[in-house]
């Protein structure tokens, strides 16, 4: 039984897994679920499952960042996750990308350190690209979408660019929208990184799709209510894809 994600057995998962960072959003991804039921609800982790077009499906809540985001993802991965997508939120750091899209990343820079206890910081975040392809094709009709490279930070202030005054004290804020975007980085988050690693080392598909919740160029917002039903939304095409039968060719690979 995990340590975090009580209650949590092998074989309790379903045939697609969906993690999200807020617990909030679970239940709200759920409302598209048959037979839904809670597994697991112990501090940042909200696991329900339930049934999408007849076939068991499961989503998580990781709470925000590395450190809860290795927890939960270990844990699903040691109880029989068979793939994983993180559904969540994004800053666009690109001019052409507005709230409201979507982002699917095929690989994640991260910052100095970031999971450099399980492998180098040359080793890299990358996701399942047959998996991206499915997301892509689904999403394509209704949703403008963006593909490429992000970076997943382990700050929220500072470490994105993000002034803060505490006390009257305000730190030294580095430019690193432009730094970053100069190498090719469309967008950043806070848990993506950690997935694609985990998911690599035990040789799980594993991919994201985010919706872009502010752009950083302009600080541009999308209002909650949009936000939250583009959410509902996307996790269904995502379920879609992820259960979409395998091809002959993903058979073989």
Known sequence: MSIHLKELKHGDLGEATIIVGDPGRVSLLA??????????????FLLMNGYYKNQKVSVCSTGIGVGSTEICVSELLENGAKQIVRCGGCGAWRDDIEPGDIILNTG??????????????????????????RIAKHLSGSKKI????????????????????????????PNMIEEWSSL?????????????????????????????HVSRKNEKWECEEDYRKLHYEMAQLVLDAMLEPSTQYEKEA
């Open 31 to 44: 409302e598209a679920f048959d037979k839904r039921s809670i597994i697991v609800n112990n501090r940042e």
């Open 108 to 133: 994640m820079a991260r910052t100095t350190g970031l999971m450099t206890t399980y492998v180098p910081d040359t080793y890299p975040a990358v996701a399942d690209s047959l998996l991206v392809s």
């Open 146 to 173: 963006h593909i490429g490279l992000g970076l997943t930070a382990e700050t929220y202030y500072i470490g994105q660019g993000r002034g803060i005054s505490i006390k009257g004290k305000a730190l030294p804020v």
């Open 184 to 212: 090719g980085i469309m967008n950043c988050e806070m848990e993506t990184a950690v997935l694609y690693i985990l998911a690599s080392l035990y040789q799980i598909p594993a991919a994201n799709c985010l919706a872009v």
